[in-house]
């Protein structure tokens, strides 16, 4: 699968979730989706940093929410990212250290 299908799939899940749904909720989902995927769920996380990137605050949610896997395979890349999302909204700022921290200290995820 290639990332332009995949993220119509995820957009189309986002767009279409129950309103109440919380971010953990489906990001749960994306991270089960990674190890079901015959890429091993490279273009899924090809998606979720796009969404990092991508200044729509609920797709960021989501994207932050994802426990699989760090995003990024530069670790200075993601501690610029968040970095970002941090300045732009204070109150996921938090989330976005938890990350960092877990990164640093060689926690796996």
Known sequence: MNVAE????????????????PSH?????FDRMIWCLDDQ?????????????????????????????FPFSDSQKMNDVLGQISARWPELSAKCRSIQEARASGESR
């Open 41 to 69: 769920g490279a273009a899924l996380l090809q998606v979720r940093e796009d969404w990092l990137i991508s200044g729509d605050r609920g797709r960021v949610e989501v994207a932050l929410d994802m426990e699989e896997t």
């Open 6 to 21: 995949m993220s119509r799939i995820m957009d189309s899940l986002y767009e279409h979730r129950a309103p109440a749904l």
């Open 25 to 29: 909720a489906l990001a749960d989902n």
